[in-house]
Structure formats: C-alpha cells, structure tokens
C-alpha cells in the first residue's frame, strides 16, 4: 500500500510541475522573454517525459542520462524529442532563444502531454 501512495505522489508532483513549467513558459513566451519560455517549455517536457517512464515502466529516472537511456532503449519516438531539445534548453544558457524555437518546443511539450494524458492548461 506505501508503494501505491509514494507512486501516487510522484505522479501528482509530475503532473503538477509540468503544468507549471509550461504555464509559466506561455506567460513568458507572451512577454517575448525566449530564453526563459524555452527553459521552461524544456522543463515541463521533461517533467512529461519522466512521467511517461513511469506510466510505463513504475520508475522515473534520477538523472538526463538515465532517462536518455530508458527512452533510447525503450520509447524511441520520445527519445528523438528529447533528444533533438535538450541541445537548445544547453545552449539557452549562452545563446539568445528565437519564438520559433520556444513554439517548437512548445510543441513537444503538448505531444507528450497527451502521450500521458494530461490537460497543461
């Protein structure tokens, strides 16, 4: 029963967290503050992600690497997002961000939003 309780948690906090990264990143995306929607946007995809893992599998990974890997090995349609995103949330650290790129990853973001069934808004 503990285990249900704690997998039931993990899921509310998954959910949680990336309704708020891509809520936050739409009003950031209104402000044309880019760097910080494609943050954001990259941050609830992820959040996305790990809950799909554990949708699938009953485990979400405990780092990039992890999760790059359960999905490479296992969700290669998820994997390719992840992995054609995660280059632009790296360099949103030295590099100025486009409201392509934030829409792009927008996107994503609701395409494993509704691999897990969630509604962002």
């Known amino acids: 029963m503990e285990e249900t309780t704690f997998l039931n948690e993990k899921i509310k906090i998954l959910k949680q967290t990336a309704k708020?990264?891509?809520?936050s990143?739409?009003?950031?995306?209104?402000?044309?503050?880019?760097?910080s929607s494609v943050v954001l946007y990259f941050?609830?995809?992820i959040s996305?992600?790990?809950?799909?893992?554990l949708q699938k599998?009953?485990?979400?990974?405990?780092?990039?690497?992890k999760r790059f890997?359960?999905?490479e090995e296992k969700f290669m349609d998820v994997y390719n997002i992840i992995d054609k995103d995660f280059p632009f949330y790296q360099d949103s650290y030295f590099q100025l961000m486009?409201?392509?790129?934030?829409?792009?990853?927008?996107?994503?973001a609701q395409i494993m939003a509704e691999k897990t069934k969630i509604n962002l808004h």
Do not use: W
């Open 98 to 108: 486009s409201k392509e790129l934030a829409e792009v990853i927008k996107n994503d």
């Open 57 to 65: 599998t009953g485990n979400t990974p405990s780092s990039h690497a």
């Open 48 to 53: 996305l992600t790990d809950l799909f893992i």
């Open 25 to 35: 990143a739409d009003e950031e995306l209104k402000k044309e503050r880019y760097n």
């Open 20 to 23: 708020e990264y891509f809520q």
């Open 43 to 45: 941050k609830s995809l």
């Open 69 to 71: 890997r359960i999905t």
